[in-house]
């Protein structure tokens, strides 16, 4: 059971990663980035290629985190700043095209074929507890995941940026009276959701491995993570990433595999129904 | 002497629907004028386009003799002008003290200097000092006032433009914040006040501007002989009162 | 009665009006043109790339019609083709080999899919509702493994008969024949139902479920009407690729076709009937042609999708708009089109009578969580007078005007009595049919509409028809096509004759106005509701305006007024409310309430006073 668990809470680590990167960029310029994911992906490559070149695991983790988080503000200024209609599906429409163009370049440089990181990036073993065996790998990783969204939040309460965004998701108008440069903190959020997938790309990689064919499913079950959680709440985020993690490894082992995705998709209707908002979202009043 | 604020020309609105058709003003430091008329007068989309959310399409806005006119929205509030909109437009999921901070943001200061304008806002606003922590949406809407003022008055403001204060707050409640305001232009803080209400306006303004139809139809000092009379004509646009 | 009217200038014909007559005659041309070319020597290569190509354009043509006409982004089509694919298999190698009977079920079961979009895509929006959609794509392989052996499982579903229909087997060129003849005959009708003003009424809800619901349309039960339709396509082009290869795989039903499709889309253009057409020839065709365009595929047809955001306005048919309104239409720049009310003779028309509606309030009030918005409202508006609501911020009129027009619900004990019926509580779009017509502070005017065509949304509610007398060009289409045609004289009547072929979003804001004035009087609304529509008008428009109002009135109709411009209420208005704080303060003719004290007390705000001594002493007193 215990190894069960400790799998599902790797897995919904990482659903509940791809969460915080949607909630980073929403905060700091009210746009959802469909591309995450592939962000995401691409920083394990490049990790990859970067350990495979014998660099130091650090060295890889500050230098991806730093390419990546360019490329993040390149996409900002393309799909975000330049949309001619502000409608917002059109945002959903360009990230998407983003999305495709980063899966294109993965395929074509290095194939379709999952390829793992170099052995010794990260530590491997598998530990005894009771209940079952658990992979050292996963735990680590979970560790850091959790550390990066205690990060996140204390950044978002405490520094200057953060409660610039926090003001901002809540207020844009109120926001730009009080001094906030609207335009640079969107820029800012999304180099900071590349950064972030830069710092966390090894640990994750080790799980997921370097493969194009996962991302769509990442993406698509870290936005329900986010629904359930509720926008905008890191807490949330990690909640509801971490318990559709346990729900689908549950149904997985107890039940079959292929029910694994119908029950998120369960979940996610029942949010939708139930409460849209989330767990920890805000309701926003409609106004005729 | 320079004048805090000099308002020339103003035309402004909504993208192609215009609101506001060459409205011109003055204010000296330390005085306060009142923007009278009726809702749907223009009187907050001047102030709007006074604080950059608007564009001025013609026109000129001078801050202490700066043309701030092409100035972005989020630049003036280091230069010196504060805007309280209307509807206590305060952070209702931050905190008192979030919100204050928040109203600190274009300032260059450490932490020191912050928390000490934050003592300072209490010193005057008591009652924020007893809510700090709690979320802004707990406050009465006198409270809200307050803070929306107390946020404002963190940047240290030149010029401070208030947008209906005493809108939807009970008259006890409207006399505090008279009451605050009073002392803050006693300290020479420089008002533009836009109010519906004229008791409330004419009790704190030195000059008065009555808008219609986003046209400036009456200017004149609260100390003028019938000024009184003169604005509720104004406000009724010649109708015959009797 | 003469008219008013500016008749001089008529706007120069559009391409649809000088060659429209050719064009069906063209269509079917094309058809039979395009049927025969196995029999003149096309290879076999070429006639699978056609198929291709309806196949990606049906469905492609199913993604316009939710997105690009309906504005909902659901791309769930691979899902769709997926159960139309699984279905026809399944049915034509267990059961009955007949490639009409398949085509049904192949569309029944892609419908049900749509609706499984649909339904939760009612309650959300955007994001959710896309995501929702990608998700049930991701499910096609997993629902494709728990139904397993039966449908073949993760290998694919394979033995696939070829098609047969009437029990005679086709041979290549009679599948050929008939694929192409059901892929002109969906676009025939989706011609006829985007002409229809159902595709206008469609791009009304599209831009806004507000205006939608005032005009008398059903949101909802339109949006689940699209879905469905929407899915149709998709079901088609499924069953038509089982048979094309006798084998169905699960993974030919990934993101990487709803990519795929959406790229055809914003390429060919989505608001348009031809653009899947266009898009889907150029996805199909020119990778064929390219060596190792595969390898690309997902980069460009990617940077197609970011370069929509950007640059396209409706793809290729887009480009061939813009360019024919350079050769046939205006040459000005079309922004600010205005009609100059100075030049247009200022006579008041005759309008036809109509029997204006009693409005009745009694005890209206309203709550919003702790504010109080409107106190027991009572008053009465009564058909053939202009009664004018007037009132300081925070007075509740406008919360009053959308309680009328059903965007809110009374409190308990309200009633609301229009002519009569009770409408306490009724829906917007129920209200909107009951003959009540209303404007918007803010004109609300649909992408895509000329100003005709919006003036010509009045007659939805006046002479309703269903989308299947649209498709099918039923007699109540025709009754319906005949009615928008009646429109012209109503805005000629109003000097707008001239823009009525301009895109309505192009016009200038005074002349938007007008326009939705235009359509409350072609909707021979029995009850009108005008919120601040002097707002921003100069004198000329504001004349005009003065003058069709008081038409409105001599027609019958109750006309309401939310205003702001006091000259303008006296001039106009029979009868006056007076709201403040939600209640009503005084209620009368223009002169009674011009001289109330308690009115000038509520806009003067407490310590004025009526006569100068008085707040010469007050003011004195309160100065320290």
Redesign the interface.
Known sequence: MTTVLIAGLATGAIYAFIALGYNITHLASGALNFAHANLMMLAVFLSMVGLQLGLNAIIVTVAVAIVVGLLALIEERLAIRLLRNNAAHSELVTTLGVASIITGFIVLIWGSDPLSLPAGSWPTGALDLPGGRVQLSDLLMIVVILVIAAALILISRKTKIGISALARSEDREAAQLRGIDVLKLSMFGFALSGVVVGLAAIPIGTKTLAVSSVILILAIKGFVALTLGGVGSMGGAIVGGLFIGLLEAVVERYVGASFRDLIVFAVFLAVLFIRPQGLFGTVRQRVV | MTAALEVTNLHT?Y?????VYGVSFTVEPGKVIAILG????GKTTALRAI???NPANTGKILLDGEDITSVP???R??KGL??V?EGK??????TVE?NL???A???KVNRAELTARIDEAYARFPILGEKRRDTAAGLSGGQQQMLAIA?ALM?RPKVLLLD?P???LA?TIVGDVLNTVKALVADGLTVVLV??????A??LADDVIVMD?GRSVLTGK?TD?????A??QA???R???? | MAKIGNVSSVANPTFSERFGKFLPIVRVLVVVVVAILPFVGLDAFWTRQIILVALMALTVSGLSLIFGYAGQLNLGQPAMYAAGAYAAGYFSKNFVNDLAINLAIGIAVAVLIGLLVGLPGLRTSGWSLSILSFFLVLLVVPVVNIIGAPIGGFAGLTGIPIAAQFGTQLDANGFYIFVVAVTALWFFLMLNLIKSRHGRALLVVKESTVLASSLGIAPFGTKLKVYAISAIPSGIAGVFFAYLDGYVAPDSFGLNLGVTVLAALVLGGAVSVYGPLIGAAFIIIVPSQLNSFDKYNAIIYGALLVASGIFFNNGIVGIWNSLVRRVFGRKKAATDVSVDFSEVEKVRPVLEKVDGLRLELTNVSKRFGGNQALKSVSAVAEPGQITALIGPNGSGKTTLLNLISGFYKPDEGSSVLIGGNNATGLPVHKVSQLGVGRTFQTPIIPEGLTAREVVAAANFVRHPSTMASSILHLPSYRKARKSDAEVDGVMESMGLASIANEPASSLALGTRRMVELARTVAGANKLILLDEVAAGLDEEEIVELGIMIRALRDSGATVILVEHNFTFVQELADHVLVLAEGAVVADGSPEYVANHPEVLRQYLGEGAAVTGTRTQKSKDGDKK
């Open positions: 609105g993208g192609d629907l215009k609101v009726r809702n749907g007068a604080s950059g959310l929205a989020h630049k509030i280091s504060a805007y909109q437009r305060i952070f209702r999921q931050r979030e901070v928040i109203g943001l274009s300032q946020q940047s209906e005493s809108g939807g008259p109010e519906q209400a004229m008791g409330f004419l009790a139809l609260t002989e019938g000024i009184g009379a604005i509720e406000y009724f646009n109708v015959e009162a009797s």
